[in-house]
């Protein structure tokens, strides 16, 4: 069974400070994939990663991926109260047929 | 155009029961994926449909079936209700595979007491 571990499972940061969010596993995926979900809505998909050591930018969001395509990081420069909300990444199975999730971080960027 | 859709928005049963959940991909994805999420976790894979066919399972009981139908909208059914399996049921279409990027509906919230 293919796991995603994502650390830290909860972060209250204040305005302004800078974030970084990890997601682990022992698998290789064909691609990762960072969601963010607001309460009572569906996961929203930020960014898909599929080369190993590729780092994509949106806006003040930096991600990682891992040169092995084992693990992914999410950076955010100077983070807002509306950064809050909680962090998923997903794993994209090699053969295409299941997108796993890790447990998520929870962020409160507070004002 | 109108995003995935997903009915009822809310359910609450018993346990025992049976229940049916509804999903309306974006128009012209083909391919439907079932998720459970507990509050406090993320999404659990259950399912996923591509062309009207199981592709992939998650580590759920048999209790847990679904179908895709020829429009491409999909059911996800729950037979003998226990209260664990109070979740949000998310689902997600893509259009086709691999790598494509998944667009969830807003779920449905269920409650088993």
């Known amino acids: 069974t293919q796991l995603l571990e994502q650390s830290p499972q909860f972060l209250s940061i204040q305005e302004g400070e800078n974030l970084t969010v990890y997601c682990n596993s022992s698998s290789v995926f064909s691609s990762l994939q960072w969601y963010r979900q607001e309460p009572g809505e569906g996961p929203v998909l930020l960014v898909t990663?599929?080369?190993?050591?590729e780092v994509k930018k949106l806006k003040r969001l930096t991600f990682q991926f891992g040169d092995a395509r084992k693990d992914s990081s999410l950076h955010i420069t100077a983070a807002q109260p509306g950064d809050t909300g909680l962090y998923l990444c997903?794993?994209?199975?090699?053969?295409?047929?299941?997108?796993?999730f890790g447990a998520g971080t929870r962020l409160f960027v507070k004002a | 155009d109108a995003g995935v859709t997903q009915s009822p928005t809310h359910l609450i049963k018993t346990r025992g029961q049976h229940v049916t959940l509804r999903c309306s991909p974006i128009s012209g994805h083909k391919s439907v994926s079932w998720y459970q999420q507990v509050l406090g976790q993320g999404p659990q894979f259950i399912f996923q449909y591509y062309e009207k066919e199981e592709r992939g399972r998650g580590n759920f009981p048999d209790r847990f079936s679904a179908r895709q139908f020829p429009n491409y909208s999909s059911e996800l059914n729950v037979n003998a209700l226990l209260l664990g399996d109070s979740a949000l049921y998310l689902c997600a279409s893509r259009l086709r595979g691999l790598n494509e990027k998944l667009f969830f509906g807003s779920g449905t919230q269920l409650s088993v007491l």
């Open positions: 997903a794993g994209e199975e090699m053969r295409g047929f299941k997108t796993i």
């Open positions: 990663v599929v080369t190993g050591g």
